[in-house]
């Protein structure tokens, strides 16, 4: 594969709905101490300096530089064009796209997503780890197992996110008698 220049590091894309950008930015300190900073790793809003032009930073530097992308998938973020859309410009360019799942299933969360690309659950630990290290292999980072285990202080952030993230909220459903 080949990778953007930006820094000569690869750059991944971190797609979120906003309610849920805590989970964006988990993600994005896991992934910086496992590449041990060989990666740039890109949240927008959090990560687009104030002043700068939004959208400029975020589509033209940034998302069309992207070398992957990690979108996080919820019943929030199901709703956003912005997830579907920046996932599919990075699939288009790459293919590199490393969906996690998080209080909705992949066939909840439903196409075209879930038709091009395998997810994993965010709140399993082993599909966590294994998300980042196939993004590792597709960028050609190397990894240790050492480095796909959390940390203490990741594993209280980790059980505070899912405490509240994961509560599964099913659709609606309207009886007509």
């Given at each position: 594969m080949k990778k953007?220049?930006?820094n000569?590091k ?16 988990f ?11 060989t990666t740039e790793?890109?949240?927008?809003k ?6 700068e ?27 956003t ?10 699939w ?14 992949p ?6 997503l ?5 997810g ?11 998300t980042?290290?196939t ?6 980072i ?9 940390t ?8 505070e996110l899912?405490k509240?993230?994961s ?11």
């Amino acid at each position: 594969m080949k990778k953007t220049i930006m820094n000569n590091k690869p750059f991944v894309f971190i797609s979120y709905a906003g309610e849920e950008i805590d989970l964006a930015d988990f993600v994005k300190k896991i992934l910086l101490r496992v590449l041990e900073n060989t990666t740039e790793v890109f949240i927008a809003k959090r990560d687009i300096a104030s002043g700068e032009d939004s959208l400029k930073t975020m589509l033209t530097e940034k998302l069309l530089k992207a070398d992957a992308i990690i979108p996080i998938c919820s019943y929030k973020s199901k709703k956003t064009q912005w997830l579907w859309w920046e996932s599919a410009s990075v699939w288009a360019k790459t293919g590199n796209v490393h969906p996690l799942f998080t209080n909705i299933s992949p066939n909840e969360f439903g196409p075209p997503l879930t038709l091009v690309v395998q997810g994993k659950e965010y709140f399993i630990e082993e599909d966590f780890f294994d998300t980042i290290k196939t993004l590792c292999e597709n960028l050609k980072i190397s990894t240790t197992r050492s480095q796909l285990e959390f940390t203490d202080k990741e594993v209280e952030n980790y059980a505070e996110l899912k405490k509240a993230h994961s509560e599964h909220i099913p659709p609606a459903h309207i009886n007509i008698a």
